[in-house]
Nanobody
Framework: QVQLVESGGGLVQTGGSLRLSCTAS????????MDWYRQAPGNERELVAT???????SYADSVKGRFTISRDNAKDTVYLLMNNLKPEDTAVYYC?????????????????WGQGTQVTVSS
């Protein structure tokens, strides 16, 4: 079984910073794209940042220049560094990874989600 565990959320004042981490565990063959999503109360879940297996990154317009996504392939971990946080960044943040499992003669690629971590930015 694969499990994604997130950490790093919390309460911070406007202009502050937080660093989220998400680590995958299990019998993993490889990990492709890694993403961070967020969902605020009453809103749909939205894509915040993406990093491909090759290291290419993309961001939602609302976080460009403030958030940085990175990955450590040796640790099966993705990070989200969030600077200059604003009250509108308040949400539950979720990581998602495209993970390939193998049983030797077969391979299966599926998306896996973390449990979510709360980020609250006070004004």
């Amino acid at each position: 079984q694969v499990q994604l565990v997130e950490s790093g959320g919390g309460l911070v004042q406007t202009g502050g910073s937080l660093r989220l981490s998400c680590t995958a565990s299990g019998t993993i063959f490889s990990i492709g794209t890694m993403d961070w999503y967020r969902q605020a109360p009453g809103n749909e879940r939205e894509l915040v940042a993406t990093i491909t297996s090759g290291g290419s990154t993309s961001y939602a317009d609302s976080v460009k220049g403030r958030f940085t996504i990175s990955r450590d392939n040796a640790k099966d971990t993705v990070y989200l560094l969030m600077n200059n946080l604003k009250p509108e960044d308040t949400a539950v943040y979720y990581c998602k990874m495209d993970i390939v499992l193998t049983g030797g003669s077969w391979y299966a690629n599926s998306p896996y989600w973390g449990q979510g971590t709360q980020v609250t930015v006070s004004s």
